[in-house]
């Protein structure tokens, strides 16, 4: 009998190249797939990770959960850490949209600020399923360091792509290093959101990411001395 992942391969073919099967249908069907394929992996790294400890899980450990092969899980995840640092993509299409129409006679870190808060903001409602998530995931790097040290590195490898894409954005009205500057200023905020708001949820407190991320921002503000955010 075949994996869970290996049938999902085998309909997925079969539901692409039916006669009646729209090449735009069949794209949303694997996308629809993918992304649930996505989160059963990632729901299941995170109870091994929280019931057991990260070293004492591996790869294999997690597909066996998540009923799919371990090529599957690789190819899904470089890396155990990964399998539950899934949150990015949430801000991929917002700031997608925003880098297609920024607005190049304003100052590019409040619109950067401002694109993140519209996220954390569909976040908090009512607790969302990711949110819920995340705050496992915070609640785990307390323990973890090997999670927060990728998780870093991933933040820093797309910190990086984000600034490369802004000084494209604003033709040229921003450095490279004032690009760089904007995203790892925005970035360090977003982080230190969650943090702050995972510390406040575990301690009982009715705390949101929006409060969150303004508190972070405003202090940063007082830090430079240039006021309230």
Do not use: N
């Not at 990770?49 to 998540?66: K, L, S, V, W, Y």
């Not at 925005?186 to 982080?191: E, I, P, Q």
């Not at 949820?201 to 830090?223: C, E, H, K, P, Q």
């Amino acid at each position: 009998m075949g994996t869970v992942s290996e049938t999902t391969d085998t309909a997925e073919a079969a539901s692409a190249g039916g006669a009646g099967t729209s090449a735009g249908g069949a794209a949303g069907l694997r996308e629809r797939r993918r992304m649930a394929t996505t989160t059963e992996i990632s729901e299941a790294a995170l109870a091994l990770f929280e019931q057991r400890g990260m070293a004492a899980t591996t790869i294999h450990d997690i597909a066996q959960a998540a009923g799919v092969s371990d090529r599957t899980c690789f190819r899904y995840f470089p890396s155990k850490e990964e399998s539950v640092l899934t949150l990015h993509p949430v801000f991929d299409a917002p700031l997608d949209a925003w880098l297609a129409d920024v607005d190049r006679g304003s100052a590019p870190l409040p619109q950067l600020e401002a694109v993140y808060a519209r996220v954390l903001a569909t976040l908090d409602g009512d607790l969302s399923a990711i949110a819920h998530q995340q705050l496992r995931v915070r609640r785990l790097m307390a323990d973890e360091p090997q999670l927060r040290s990728t998780a870093v590195s991933i933040d820093a490898a797309r910190s990086w792509e984000l600034a490369g894409r802004m000084t494209t954005a604003f033709g040229g009205r921003i450095t490279a290093q004032e690009a760089r500057l904007v995203t790892e200023l925005a970035g360090v905020a977003v982080r230190a959101a969650f943090d702050e708001w995972a510390d406040a949820r575990t301690a009982g407190l009715d705390a949101t990411l929006v409060a969150s991320y303004a508190a972070v921002r405003r202090r940063l503000r007082d830090i430079a001395g240039t006021g309230a955010a």
